[in-house]
C-alpha cells in the first residue's frame, strides 16, 4: 500500500456543485494532515490544516478518519476559481518524512 | 509581505553546467525545505535544514548539494545536471521540525530547463 494516497481524477463538476475527494494514508502513527492546492505551473499553497475534530473554512471543510485512515476534502458551491490540484500531505512523529499525496485534479465547468 | 522568494524563476541550463537556484524567506523560519517536482507528480524532497542540521533524503544524488549560510537563504546546486533534473524546484519553509504541525509555505519555484 502506497504511504499516501489520492484518485487523480480529473474529477469534472459543474459550477456550483458539491465534490468530495479523499486520501488515504498507511502509517497509523501519522500526526499531521494538510490540504494544499496547486494551480497549474504554480507552487503548492495551503488550503486547510485537518483537524482531528474536522475544521470548515468558508465552503472548504476538511474530515479526518483516523479509524480508517483517510482524510477528506469537501468543497460546497463550487467556482471556476477552485479548478486546481488538490495535494495531500501527511506528517509523521517529530524529524519523521513528510510525505505528498499525488494530487487530484479537480475540473469546474462552466 | 513575509514570503519565500526563489531566484531565477526560469534557469536553462546545458547538459554538465553546474547551476545554482537560491531560495531566501522573510519569515524567520527554523527550517527550509528543496523539493523537485517533475509533470503531474507530487514533489520530491531532496533535503532540508533545521537551522544549520542538514539532512538528506536517502534517494537525493550525489548530484544535488545544497547550502545555507545564514536563516534567511538556502541554495541549491545541481554539479552536473542531466536531462532528467529538468523539473520544477520548489523551496519551502517551516517553523518547525517535519512532522508536527508545522505547516510549509511555499516560494514560486524555479524552472529549470537542461539543453
Known amino acids: 500500500r502506497k504511504e499516501v494516497e489520492q484518485d487523480p481524477g480529473p474529477f469534472n463538476v459543474p459550477e456550483g456543485a458539491t465534490v468530495a475527494f479523499n486520501c488515504t494514508y498507511s502509517?497509523?502513527?501519522?500526526?499531521?494532515f494538510f490540504w494544499y492546492r496547486q494551480d497549474c505551473r504554480k507552487e503548492p499553497k495551503l488550503l486547510m490544516s485537518?483537524?482531528?475534530s474536522g475544521n470548515e473554512d468558508g465552503r472548504f471543510t476538511a474530515q479526518l478518519n483516523r479509524a480508517s485512515q483517510y482524510i477528506s476534502l469537501l468543497i460546497r458551491d463550487s467556482k471556476l476559481s477552485d479548478s486546481a490540484t488538490y495535494l495531500c500531505?501527511?506528517?509523521?512523529?517529530?524529524?519523521?518524512?513528510?510525505?505528498f499525496g499525488k494530487g487530484t485534479r479537480l475540473h469546474i465547468l462552466p | 509581505d513575509a514570503m519565500v522568494i526563489q531566484n531565477p524563476r526560469y534557469q536553462v541550463t546545458q547538459f554538465g553546467k553546474p547551476v545554482t537556484l537560491s531560495c531566501s524567506q522573510t519569515?524567520?523560519?527554523?527550517?527550509m525545505y528543496w523539493y523537485q517536482q517533475k509533470s503531474s507528480q507530487a514533489p520530491k524532497l531532496l533535503f532540508h535544514?533545521?537551522?544549520?542540521?542538514?539532512?538528506n533524503e536517502a534517494d537525493t544524488p550525489d548530484n544535488f548539494q545544497s547550502r545555507r549560510p545564514n536563516t534567511s537563504f538556502c541554495f541549491l546546486d545541481i554539479r552536473s545536471p542531466g536531462l532528467g533534473d529538468a523539473a520544477m524546484y520548489l523551496c519551502?519553509?517551516?517553523?518547525?521540525?517535519?512532522?508536527?504541525?508545522?505547516?510549509?509555505?511555499f516560494g514560486p519555484g524555479t524552472r529549470l530547463t537542461v539543453t
Open positions: 535544514y533545521y537551522d544549520k542540521d542538514f539532512n
Open positions: 519551502a519553509t517551516s517553523r518547525g521540525p517535519t512532522g508536527g504541525a508545522y505547516e510549509q509555505y
Open positions: 502509517n497509523s502513527a501519522s500526526q499531521s
Open positions: 485537518v483537524y482531528s
Open positions: 519569515l524567520n523560519h527554523n527550517v
Open positions: 500531505v501527511v506528517n509523521g512523529r517529530r524529524d519523521d518524512k513528510i510525505i
